[in-house]
C-alpha cells in the first residue's frame, strides 16, 4: 500500500498567515492526490483533487501543487473557518489512502 | 441540494453483525460510483470498499474483505455495507461518500453513523 505522510502533523497559525501543509508519498503517485478539510464531529470536504484543481464552490485561498511523491496544500491567507484538520488521499494505486491529517489551530 | 444520510451504526459485541445504509438525494444516484469510509476515534480517515454505478463491480480494503459486503439499490436510491464478525477495531464512524468522476475523489459525504464494537 501506498503511504501517506503529511507534515507537521500539527501546526499554530494566527488569522491572516499563509500556511503550507506537506504530503510525502512512498512512491510516485504523478498528480493523483487530493486534499480534504474535516471540521470537528463533520464530515471531510474535498478541497483539491488532481493535485492541483479547486473544488466546485472553495474558496480560491486553497491552493495545492506538486506531483511524483511530494505536494503542498497552501492557504495564502487563513480564515476563523480555516480551523481543522486537513488530510491528503492518493487514488494513483488501489487500496486508496490517506495521510494521517495535519489540524490547524488557532494560535 | 445533494444529500447523503447515513443510518443503521450502533452498539454491538464482537462478533455481531450490521447493516449500514446511506440514502441519497438530489442526484442521479445510479449514475455514480460509491464509497464507504471509517473513521477510528481520533484517527485518520480509512477507505473500506467501493461499488460501481450498477453493482457489478466491488473492492475492499484487505482488513475487511471477506467480512464485508457493500452493496446498493439504486431504485430506492439507496447504498449499504453488510458488516459482519465485528471486531474492536472496527468501531468507527462510518462515512457513505460519493465518487466524483469515477476517479475515486469522494466530492460528496454523509454525516456519518457510529458503529461501536464492544462487548
Known amino acids: 500500500d501506498i503511504q501517506l505522510t503529511q507534515s507537521p502533523s500539527f501546526l499554530s497559525a494566527s488569522v491572516g498567515d499563509r500556511v503550507t501543509i506537506t504530503c510525502r508519498a512512498s512512491q510516485g503517485i504523478s498528480s493523483y492526490l487530493a486534499w480534504y478539510q474535516q471540521k470537528p464531529g463533520k464530515a471531510p470536504q474535498l478541497l483539491i483533487y488532481?493535485?492541483?484543481t479547486l473544488q466546485s464552490g472553495v474558496s480560491s485561498r486553497f491552493s495545492g501543487s506538486g506531483s511524483g511523491t511530494e505536494f503542498t496544500l497552501t492557504i495564502s491567507s487563513l480564515q476563523p473557518e480555516d480551523f481543522a484538520t486537513y488530510s491528503c488521499?492518493?487514488?494513483?494505486?488501489?487500496?486508496?489512502?490517506f495521510g494521517q491529517g495535519t489540524k490547524v489551530e488557532i494560535k | 441540494e445533494v444529500q447523503l444520510v447515513e443510518s443503521g451504526g450502533g452498539l454491538v459485541q464482537p462478533g455481531g453483525s450490521l447493516r449500514l445504509s446511506c440514502a441519497a438525494s438530489g442526484f442521479t444516484f445510479s449514475s455514480y460510483w460509491m464509497h464507504w469510509v471509517r473513521q477510528a476515534p481520533g484517527k485518520g480517515l480509512v477507505w473500506v470498499s467501493r461499488i460501481n454505478s450498477d453493482g457489478s463491480t466491488t473492492n475492499y480494503a484487505d482488513s475487511v474483505k471477506g467480512r464485508f459486503t457493500i452493496s446498493r439499490d439504486n431504485a430506492k436510491n439507496t447504498l449499504y455495507l453488510q458488516m459482519n464478525s465485528l471486531r474492536a477495531d472496527d468501531t468507527a464512524v462510518f462515512y457513505c461518500?460519493?465518487?466524483?468522476?469515477?476517479?475515486?475523489?469522494?466530492?460528496?459525504w454523509g454525516q456519518g453513523t457510529l458503529v461501536t464494537v464492544s462487548s
Open positions: 488521499q492518493q487514488v494513483h494505486s488501489y487500496p486508496w489512502t
Open positions: 488532481a493535485a492541483s
Open positions: 461518500a460519493r465518487d466524483l468522476y469515477g476517479d475515486y475523489y469522494f466530492d460528496c
